[in-house]
């Protein structure tokens, strides 16, 4: 099987699973009654497990439903050939146009966009739609041209879009209409996995955060600036020290009052927390020596909050 960028996160993530609770792939193979060399194979995106072995390697894993759900859902889009995840945009219009029954031919008729633009929209990762397309289809689809908007990733609405909304619609929501034409929504922060980083090359991070997010994180009451990212990754991969996982909430700036702590990228391709202090620049460690860091960094983007789940004993 070819290997997209799909079937290699879902791989990813189940490898992450597997370090995380420090469980050995002859394990798992031995659970799945399949060779050490096919569970490699699919950890590495080359193959994917079906259904049932999914189940079986979530309850080795002890994940909770959520993760559980997550995989499932990457399976059955692999499984109809996908290969990348859906943008929050692309799964809004898949929603909204099934739930009203409309082919991409009836949705076309109705909106006046060619078809071949409307598969765009739920099948290209980075599709966005213009102010005049979004205005065409969300009658048609029951929200707002701003919701679908929001959705693709535009960030705040200029005063011009509000206007042009306005005229168009009539009076907007309160949320969407404020004095600064600023759309407002709950607090929430695009969601990537450390390997998303991997294509990073340092340069416009919020930009290339909505293009690869396909999850949200709820910021809550987080006292965080706008524009913030959280980043999901193991314990491993970033040599803090401790098995477990790691939540990171980073930004492309670092505000006043916050620790010298940032996310980097080594010349070798290794991630890595580095912490400056007054003895230096060193890479951070839970456990273990808090070694100097000799390595050339590629980029380095600040850490404003930091969340560590360590593996409890006997997970």
Same mark, same amino acid.
């Given at each position: 099987?070819?290997?997209?960028?799909?079937?290699?996160?879902?791989?990813?993530?189940?490898?992450?699973?597997?370090?995380?609770? *420090?469980?050995? #792939?002859?394990?798992?193979?031995?659970?799945?009654?399949?060779?050490?060399?096919?569970?490699? #194979?699919?950890?590495?995106?080359?193959?994917?497990? %079906?259904?049932?072995?999914?189940?079986?390697?979530?309850?080795?894993? #002890?994940?909770?439903?959520?993760?559980?759900?997550?995989?499932?859902?990457?399976?059955?889009?692999?499984?109809?050939?996908? *290969?990348?995840?859906?943008?929050?945009?692309?799964?809004?219009?898949?929603?909204?146009?099934?739930?009203?029954?409309?082919?991409?031919?009836q949705l076309a008729n109705l909106s006046g966009i060619p078809a071949s633009h409307l598969e765009v929209f739920e099948t290209c990762f980075e599709a966005v739609p213009t102010l005049?397309?979004?205005? /065409? !289809?969300?009658?048609?689809?029951?929200?707002?041209?701003?919701?679908?908007?929001?959705?693709?990733?535009?960030?705040?609405?200029?005063?011009?879009?509000?206007?042009?909304?306005?005229?168009?619609?009539?009076?907007?929501?309160?949320?969407? @209409?404020?004095?600064? @034409?600023?759309?407002?929504?709950?607090? #929430?922060?695009?969601?990537?996995?450390?390997?998303?980083?991997?294509?990073?090359?340092?340069?416009?991070?919020?930009?290339?955060?909505?293009?690869?997010?396909?999850?949200?994180?709820?910021?809550?009451? /987080?006292?965080?600036?706008? @524009?913030?990212?959280?980043?999901?990754?193991?314990?491993?991969?970033?040599?803090?020290?401790?098995?477990?996982?790691?939540?990171?909430?980073?930004?492309?700036?670092?505000?006043?009052?916050?620790? %010298?702590?940032?996310?980097?990228?080594?010349?070798?391709?290794?991630?890595? !927390?580095? *912490?400056?202090?007054?003895?230096?620049?060193? *890479?951070?460690?839970?456990?273990?020596? /808090?070694?100097?860091?000799?390595?050339?960094?590629?980029?380095?983007?600040?850490?404003?909050?930091?969340?560590?789940?360590?593996?409890?004993?006997?997970?």
């Open positions: 099987m070819t290997i997209t960028p799909l079937k290699a996160k879902f791989g990813k993530l189940i490898r992450d699973y597997l370090r995380n609770a *420090e469980i050995r #792939q002859n394990d798992l193979a031995a659970k799945l009654k399949v060779s050490g060399s096919a569970v490699s #194979q699919m950890l590495h995106g080359k193959i994917v497990p %079906n259904q049932q072995q999914l189940a079986v390697i979530c309850e080795l894993l #002890q994940l909770d439903r959520t993760r559980s759900f997550e995989l499932q859902s990457m399976l059955s889009c692999i499984r109809t050939g996908a *290969e990348n995840m859906r943008s929050p945009f692309n799964q809004n219009m898949f929603t909204l146009r099934c739930q009203r029954g409309l082919s991409f031919q005049d397309e979004a205005s /065409r !289809l969300a009658p048609i689809l029951g929200c707002t041209p701003a919701a679908l908007l929001q959705s693709a990733g535009v960030g705040g609405l200029s005063s011009d879009v509000i206007e042009k909304l306005r005229e168009n619609f009539g009076e907007l929501e309160d949320e969407v @209409g404020e004095p600064l @034409g600023v759309y407002q929504t709950e607090r #929430q922060a695009p969601l990537l996995d450390l390997i998303d980083l991997e294509s990073f090359d340092g340069k416009s991070f919020p930009d290339f955060a909505q293009r690869r997010a396909a999850k949200v994180f709820e910021l809550s009451g /987080r006292d965080l600036p706008d @524009g913030v990212v959280a980043i999901n990754a193991s314990g491993r991969d970033l040599a803090i020290g401790v098995p477990g996982s790691v939540l990171l909430i980073v930004a492309a700036e670092r505000p006043a009052g916050f620790r %010298n702590l940032d996310l980097c990228r080594n010349t070798e391709g290794k991630f890595l !927390l580095q *912490e400056t202090r007054r003895a230096g620049v060193k *890479e951070f460690r839970l456990a273990g020596t /808090r070694k100097p860091n000799a390595s050339d960094i590629l980029w380095k983007l600040p850490v404003l909050e930091m969340v560590i789940r360590p593996t409890r004993v006997g997970e």
